[in-house]
């Protein structure tokens, strides 16, 4: 009997309990009420079409048959060369190329010891000297972040004047004279093997590469000012051979072109004589301004779209096919999650801000919109609409305009 008593106290213990946490559970989903905020920030955002394209220029590959040898570039990428100008050297062997460049070290090292002959003697600081030899220093390092020049060359020659220089401050002038017959004797020991095989010039002036890919002949700025979207399509997909005995090529100017194809619905959003930004998928071009000189009519669902660009940049003479983005417009405002977005029963557009611990219902201008958030205009002056670092409501229950919440 004691048994069978026990049964049904335990059942009900066991419903109180659930109950009790049934009840607990209710009263804290109406009690608790977590509020998830971001901060209005304020953002920049393309509208932009993007673009898989092919950069024309003018351009005239260097072809030279200069038989066995090692050839040696004398230029750097994109570098201006005159007509006429060595582009590049050719030497018999490796041990030759290798003697000529000693050579040369030591005919560069003849001629600042020559100059430092020339003014030992004069009054000479060493402080100023510390000093030249600072400024160049930091000048090097300023234009590494630029494209290479000659102005590289002569900071490093006057980096090393200037370094000599402080070396041999206090030594005699006769000493001096002993080193450059020194080196004299060390340039006539490497005799004739140190001598270049040939030269190859420039038959034009323009700024050279020694990227020759196959395509300067076909993919030219005629093609793409003139053909339509099937010829420009069936050249760009054709694979370019590049002549053998190319040793680069020169591009006549620094205009050049930037053809792609779009879909019909983009291009409706371009119009010749228009000038946008392209903004290159490789980081490290800078971005230009383009002028839009052709939109060819639909062809198979495409338009050909021809930028025309007159910025040089150093090493972009090697790039062919590349990907960029055209901008039509940017727009700059503040940025508002998808998820915050209300809607009043005036049908205004807005949000609901957190404000010391009162939510405030704020209008918003939608003036952009991208997957997962949207820009809202900006107007410093406009101090109840959104402002810079509000703190914008992304999930509450319950939203109402002037309500308390903890």
């Not at 490789?282 to 939109?295: A, M, N, S």
Request: with cysteine; aromatic share 8%; hydrophobic share 40%.
């Amino acid at each position: 009997m004691k048994k069978e008593s026990i049964i049904p106290r335990i059942i009900t213990v066991v419903l109180t309990v659930l109950l009790c946490a049934y009840i607990g559970y209710q009263a804290y989903r109406a009690l608790y009420n977590p509020v998830r905020t971001v901060s209005a920030v304020y953002t920049e955002v393309d509208d932009a079409v993007q673009m898989d394209g092919i950069v024309v220029r003018d351009e005239r590959v260097m072809v030279k048959n200069y038989g066995s040898g090692v050839l040696e570039m004398n230029m750097y990428e994109g570098e201006r060369v005159a007509n006429g100008s060595a582009v590049a050297v050719v030497y018999a062997n490796e041990d030759a190329a290798r003697k000529s460049h000693e050579a040369a070290e030591i005919d560069e090292q003849i001629k600042r010891m020559t100059a430092l002959y020339s003014q030992s003697g004069e009054s000479y600081d060493i402080n100023a000297a510390n000093d030249r030899i600072s400024e160049y220093a930091i000048a090097l390092v300023g234009m590494q972040q630029e494209p290479v020049s000659e102005n590289t060359d002569t900071a490093v020659e006057e980096l090393k004047l200037s370094t000599l220089m402080r070396e041999y401050i206090y030594r005699d002038k006769a000493e001096l004279l002993d080193v450059i017959e020194q080196l004299r004797a060390e340039k006539a020991k490497l005799g004739s093997a140190a001598t270049v095989k040939s030269r190859i010039y420039a038959s034009a002036a323009g700024y050279f590469s020694q990227h020759a890919d196959g395509y300067e002949s076909v993919m030219t700025p005629s093609l793409v000012l003139t053909s339509p979207v099937s010829d420009f399509l069936s050249t760009g997909e054709k694979y370019a051979t590049p002549d053998k005995n190319a040793v680069g090529k020169l591009v006549s100017s620094n205009i050049w072109y930037f053809a792609a194809t779009i879909d019909e619905k983009s291009a409706a959003r371009f119009s010749v004589g228009a000038e946008m930004t392209l903004k290159f998928n490789d980081k490290t071009l800078p971005q230009v301004t383009g002028e839009i000189v052709r939109l060819t009519e639909p062809e198979g669902g495409r338009v050909l779209v021809v930028f025309e660009c007159n910025t040089h940049i150093g090493n972009f003479t090697k790039v062919r096919k590349t990907s960029a983005r055209a901008v039509v417009k940017t727009y700059s405002g503040l940025k508002v999650p998808r998820e915050a977005l209300r809607v009043s029963d005036e049908g205004v557009n807005g949000v609901y801000c957190l404000i010391d611990s009162q939510v405030k219902f704020k209008p918003v201008d939608i003036i952009f919109e991208k997957d997962s958030y949207y820009v809202s205009a900006y107007d410093t002056a406009d101090t109840k609409s959104l402002l810079l670092y509000d703190e914008i409501v992304v999930s509450a229950k319950n939203l109402e305009n002037k309500k308390i919440v903890k």
